[in-house]
């Protein structure tokens, strides 16, 4: 990028309740100092204002649900140095992908009166199944912390400095009892990619994997454990089938519960 130009942040929305751009609002103070550093050229959450491209950094809420979905993810990537997908919709589907596991079409005559007006596609898809994506940062919604260690490492030019480790990892940095030894409670975090800090075990709470799959989790073995602790199939379909549902692990789990 040319010495003395302020980078170009764009932030895009796609199918998406807008939570992850709403984790960017709330950094507030950091928002300030992010501000001073890029030129925020596309944030319609924020300012109508819009200055064109190609922008340095371009983030990306929400998944492919439209036809026209996918062709202006093309044009965001063709307008982009670097795509940062962010959330559970950008990076694995979110929540809407579970019509992935049905007939959409069913569903669009169900709710709609003029189903002949929607324009949809039978599945929904992360950003990375259409284009290249430079990074995806997980959630639902994002940690903002970890957004501004994201936004921060690319305008450096260094990677992220994220875990790739689970949330039990983080239950024992911040010496939180475990849910499920102590107290039988079926928990998603042995397979959940750490990143928020542990907050629901911290408040005696399981994790129900809004963070989506770590690295090679072990799903099949943290079922049994589940099925131990009086989970049944529907139960074990049902909380592998949330926000990530699309992302192939869990994907997959799912399945092996259908019956
Ligand atoms: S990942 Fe969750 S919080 Fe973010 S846009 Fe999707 S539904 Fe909303
Ligand atoms: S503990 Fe699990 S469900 Fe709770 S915020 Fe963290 S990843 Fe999401």
Redesign the pocket.
């Known amino acids: 990028m040319a010495s003395g130009r302020r980078p170009k942040l764009a932030v895009w929305k796609f199918a998406s309740c807008d939570g992850c751009q709403l984790s960017l609002l709330d950094c507030e103070d950091e928002l300030l100092m992010v501000a001073e550093e890029v030129e925020i050229a596309t944030f319609i959450e924020a300012t109508k204002g819009r200055t064109r491209g190609p922008y340095d950094l371009s983030l990306v809420e929400g998944s492919i649900t439209t036809p026209h979905d996918v062709e202006r993810i093309h044009q965001v990537r063709r307008s982009s140095k670097h795509v940062v997908t962010i959330g559970a919709c950008a990076t694995a589907g979110g929540i809407q992908a579970l019509r992935n596991f049905r007939d959409v079409h069913e569903f669009v005559s169900v709710v709609y009166a003029r189903p002949d007006y929607i324009d949809t596609l039978s599945t929904s898809t992360p950003i990375a199944d259409h284009i290249k994506v430079d990074f995806e940062l997980r959630?639902?919604p994002i940690n903002k912390v970890q957004l501004l260690e994201v936004i921060s490492a690319f305008l450096a030019g260094r990677r992220p400095n994220t875990p790739s480790s689970s949330?039990c990892e983080e239950c024992k940095r911040r010496g939180t009892v475990c849910v499920m030894v102590a107290h039988g409670t079926p928990c998603?975090?042995p397979v959940?990619?750490a990143?928020?800090?542990?907050?629901?075990?911290a408040y005696s709470?399981s994790?129900?994997?809004?963070?989506g799959p770590m690295e090679t989790p072990n799903t099949a073995s943290l079922a049994s454990q589940c099925r131990r602790l009086g989970m049944d199939d529907a139960d074990l379909l049902q909380v592998f089938r949330t926000f990530n549902a699309n992302a192939p692990a869990f994907r997959d789990e799912s399945r092996a519960h259908e019956r």
Do not use: D, H
């Open positions: 959630g639902c949330v998603l975090g959940t990619q990143g928020c800090g542990a907050i629901c075990p709470r994790c129900y994997g809004c963070f």
